[in-house]
């Protein structure tokens, strides 16, 4: 990992559930203020330690922050090759619906790390925003690529299309609905306030690319 990533040894060196409390106080801050507005003092004064205690484990909140961020991309990492693991034998649209209920899975259980992606999505004073957005594109396309790409092998999915375009719109409608889960307000006609009404609305995405907008007279 990049040194800038790491933390102090002196991080590694406190007790598992100490680690995870700093984590904690710090997701929480810059879910809640944003990475500007985030304050090294309410971090520190939630988990109960001296200011200066933190610099003893990250060079600077610039190091924490990122750190964090590669943290979350780990665990999404690994609930998706989780999914994609389990779902081997199963066909390419069934696997992108497992994907998404993956997604919302992921907000249900750790909402702060997911508004923090909202926050370097949407604003502008995170550090190093273009090259996280880049990683979290890149990560998904490599992701929905290898799905397509073995969907074509086993004859769901046409060879004829442009891989990067039908990229893009998957990976567009995923980002999306995954946004709408977490903030309803973004797209109220949607409908995603209520939890139980979800796999529903992602079986009618999952139609939609299986048989696209085209009635067969229209084709």
């Known amino acids: 990992m990049d040194a800038e990533l790491t933390p102090r040894q002196t991080f590694f060196n406190l007790p598992?559930?100490?680690?995870?409390?700093?984590?904690?106080?710090?997701?929480?801050?810059?879910?809640?203020?944003?990475?500007?507005?985030?304050?090294?003092?309410?971090?520190?004064?939630r988990v109960n330690i001296a200011k200066g205690s933190i610099y003893q484990y990250f060079d600077n909140k610039k190091s924490l922050f990122l750190f964090i961020f590669h943290q979350a991309i780990s665990i999404v990492r690994q609930?998706?090759?989780h999914v994609k693991k389990e779902s081997q034998g199963e066909d390419f649209f069934t696997?992108?619906?497992?994907?998404?209920?993956?997604?919302?899975?992921?907000?249900?259980?750790?909402?702060?790390?997911?508004?923090?992606?909202?926050?370097?999505?949407?604003?502008?004073?995170?550090?190093l925003r273009e090259d996280l957005l880049q990683a979290i594109r890149l990560f998904s396309r490599e992701y929905l690529l290898s799905l397509l790409e073995e969907g074509q092998e086993r004859g769901e999915i046409r060879k004829d299309i442009d891989p990067t375009l039908a990229i893009f719109i998957l990976d567009?409608?995923?980002?999306?609905f995954l946004q709408i889960y977490a903030l309803p307000h973004l797209d109220p006609a949607l409908d995603l306030k209520k939890k139980e009404g979800i796999e529903e609305k992602i079986d009618g995405i999952v139609t939609l690319l299986r048989h696209g907008l085209a009635s067969v007279s229209g084709v």
């Open 16 to 45: 598992p559930d100490k680690q995870q409390r700093v984590l904690e106080a710090a997701v929480q801050e810059f879910s809640e203020r944003g990475y500007q507005q985030a304050s090294i003092n309410t971090i520190v004064s």
């Open 79 to 81: 609930m998706l090759k």
């Open 95 to 127: 696997r992108v619906k497992k994907s998404l209920l993956a997604g919302v899975e992921f907000i249900d259980k750790h909402p702060a790390l997911y508004r923090i992606y909202l926050r370097i999505l949407f604003e502008r004073d995170s550090p």
């Open 172 to 176: 567009a409608a995923l980002d999306r």
